[in-house]
């Protein structure tokens, strides 16, 4: 375990994941959302295959004994990155970040109801918590007579509804993870994910000028590399260690936010992404000392020689 290293490998992901949803935003107004997934997904092929190539893990990352779990991962994987690519040509990029901070919440939420994991009142309450933040987030856009235009309520929607698929795909990868490799899980989620994002090539896919596909195919690039460096980072340290510099995106999107959009946080974006962030650390923690707990009582289980 090195986890100064696992913590920079983690930055440097959400930084990278960050740049990709600001190449997302700059062509959102021109290109769909399913054409922008589709070069997302494609593209971060080749840069997975390479990566996979080096360490000597290319085999284990095209072999699968569960296709049909892929594709139910694939496809709602690839609605919830359509619905986040969406929410980001109608509301600004810190706001959908703060929203998107829903998806680990309701991931605890749909564990329980799909898996049969048990939640205490502990990580309950600490739901609860961010569920408030992302209810004071969404409550401006939602505000009926007070000025707010469609175009933001339903962005609202879209993205909220983007973390709830979000949270059901993590639901997927819990149980591919039984039988499933990390190589083969990003391999196949980010092929299945290019094909199935040809779905809406009827939809209004436009053909894209030079620079706009230039961008598009960066995001692609960039989204493979991203998901080698959260995979490294997840290698090097414990998940609660790595886990809460996720939260580090919202500064990344506030600054990227107000010096390329001029998008300028409000009052209660601010205080409820605080709200979600504080959530989430506590149910990490929580996690944490579950983990520790259950190490303890395997090792007095062992027996002594």
Known sequence: ???????????ASVLIFTVMSVLVKATADTVPPGEQVFFRSLFAVP???????????????????????????????????????????????????AIGYAAPLLTVIFAAMFLGEQVRAFRLTAVALGLVGVLIVLSPRLSIGAGV??????????????????????????????????????????????????????????WPTPAQAGLMVLTGLLGGLGQIFLTLGYREAPASVVAPFEYVSMLFALAFGWFLFREAPTMPMLAGAALIVAAGILIIWRERQLGLERARQRKAMTPQG
């Open 47 to 97: 840069v997975i295959v390479v990566w996979l190539a080096i360490q000597g893990e290319l085999r284990t990352g095209l072999r699968t004994g569960n296709p049909m779990g892929h594709l139910w991962r694939g496809l709602v994987g690839v609605t919830a990155m359509g619905l986040s690519f969406a929410g980001l040509g109608l509301l600004p990029l810190p706001e959908v970040t």
């Open 1 to 11: 375990m090195r986890p100064l290293r696992g913590i920079l490998y983690k930055i």
């Open 149 to 206: 235009s469609d175009r933001e309520a339903f962005g609202a929607m879209v993205v909220l509804g983007g973390a709830v698929f979000a949270a059901l795909a993590q639901v997927f990868v819990r149980k591919l993870v039984q039988t499933e490799t990390t190589s083969s899980i990003v391999f196949w989620f980010s092929l299945t994910a290019a094909v199935l994002s040809l779905v809406t090539l009827p939809f209004g896919w436009v």
